[in-house]
Structures are given as C-alpha cells and as structure tokens.
C-alpha cells in the first residue's frame, strides 16, 4: 500500500474550514484513498473515502488531485468536538492486511 | 446493537504474567482485526483473522497468540508479559475485508506492564 505524508499538526477556529492536505504520490490506480480520525484516544472512526472524484457525506468532503497525487479533507464548519488525530490511509479496498495509519494530524480546533 | 466491545478497559500486569484481552463483535462480521498504538504512534496490526478458525499475523505478531473458534469472538493471548507491550489496544472488525465503512473498532484495551 502507498505511503502518505501528512503535516503533524494544525489549528482551526470554531466555525470555520479546516482543510488537511494529505500527500500520496506513489498511488496506484486501484488504490482509494481514505480518511480515518481518532478523538483522545478513541478507536478510529471512519470519516470519508474516495478514489479519483470528489466525495462529500455529512461529515467531510474529500477533494482528490487530478492526477491523485495529494488530496484534501475539509471539515466545512470546525467544531470543537472535531479535535482529533486525522489519518489519510491509501490502500486497496479489499483485503485484510496490513493497514497503515501512519501518525497522522493532530488538528486543534479553538474557540475564538 | 452494541458494535465491537474489549474488555477490560484498563490493566496493569507484572512482568512475565499472562492475560486475555477479550473482543466481540455482534455485527456478524466476517474479519475481525488486533491492533496496538504506542503513545504518539499510528495503529500496527498485530493478527488479523478472515473468519472463525482462520488467523494470520500481521506487522507485530510476536509475544501474541489469537484464536477465532467463533464469528463473534476474537480473544489476543499474551502469555509472558513485557514492558514493551505497554500499550493501548483495539480491536476491529469489518465485513468480508472491505475497508469501505467497515472498520468498527472497539473503545481500547490500555495495557501497562510493570
């Protein structure tokens, strides 16, 4: 499974976007990209998960590069129950292997 | 329906003791799946298991045992406990291995080994 890159943290006001870039440029073309988080210590929780269009659900939207190198989960309107750890994981949609979550972003979501 | 439960929540162990940690799952979900996470660190798979009386080990297999004599029920065995298994671990099932949606984990199982 391809690797990702994501920064190690980052900081949103309440209410606004947050927007976590995640890097994955050696992709292959059967592989989806997908979007986990962990609030304190939590089991993860599955947010989002695309392979090449965008996606949106109630939680994220989930924008993939065109060439699908890198792609981005935003959180529309950061509330503070939304800080968490946020894991990008590439991989095939089948199999149970290993699953590689990586260290993710620890996203800190602040009152203004 | 209550998803993927552990048991215990907490433990504290002394060295070379041995415990179960306890995992079901009432989603009749086919591969169930051990992990741990050290303080700082991203999750490692330790065992995975495609179905009752099937397991496979996975990125940290050693110092653990599993067994899958039923769909709901997916117990990790460490037989001599040591500090570097000090960790917190979950436990996850998913319906036929696909990773849409389908990785329900457990609250955790923080182990400390003194």
């Known amino acids: 499974d391809a690797k990702t890159t994501q920064p190690p943290s980052m900081d949103c006001a309440e209410g606004r976007a947050a927007n976590l870039p995640c890097n994955h440029s050696?992709?292959?073309?059967?592989?989806?990209v997908y979007w986990y988080r962990q609030i304190h210590s939590q089991g993860p929780q599955y947010i989002i998960h695309g392979l090449k269009n965008n996606e949106t659900n109630e939680m994220a939207s989930l924008i993939i590069t065109e060439d699908r190198k890198s792609s981005t989960l935003i959180l529309p309107h950061a509330t503070l129950r939304d800080t968490a750890v946020y894991y990008c994981i590439v991989r095939g949609q089948t199999g149970a292997n290993n699953l590689f979550f990586g260290t993710g972003t620890r996203l800190t979501v602040y009152s203004l | 329906n209550a998803g993927v439960t552990q048991t215990p929540k907490f433990r504290i162990l002394k060295i070379g003791q041995s415990m179960t940690l306890q995992c079901t799952q009432d989603?009749?979900?086919?591969?169930m799946y051990w992990y741990r996470q050290d303080p700082g660190m991203g999750l490692k798979l330790i065992y995975y298991?495609?179905?009752?009386?099937?397991?496979d080990k996975g990125e940290v297999p050693n110092g653990y045992n599993v067994s899958r004599s039923t769909t709901e029920d997916f117990p990790l065995r460490l037989e001599l406990a040591a500090p570097s298994q000090t960790s917190v671990y979950f436990c996850?099932?998913?319906?036929?291995?696909?990773?849409?949606?389908?990785?329900?984990f457990g609250s955790g199982t923080r182990l400390t080994v003194v």
């Open positions: 298991s495609v179905g009752a009386g099937i397991t």
């Open positions: 989603m009749n979900h086919n591969y």
């Open positions: 050696t992709i292959s073309g059967n592989e989806y």
């Open positions: 996850a099932s998913s319906e036929q291995g696909l990773f849409d949606y389908g990785y329900t």
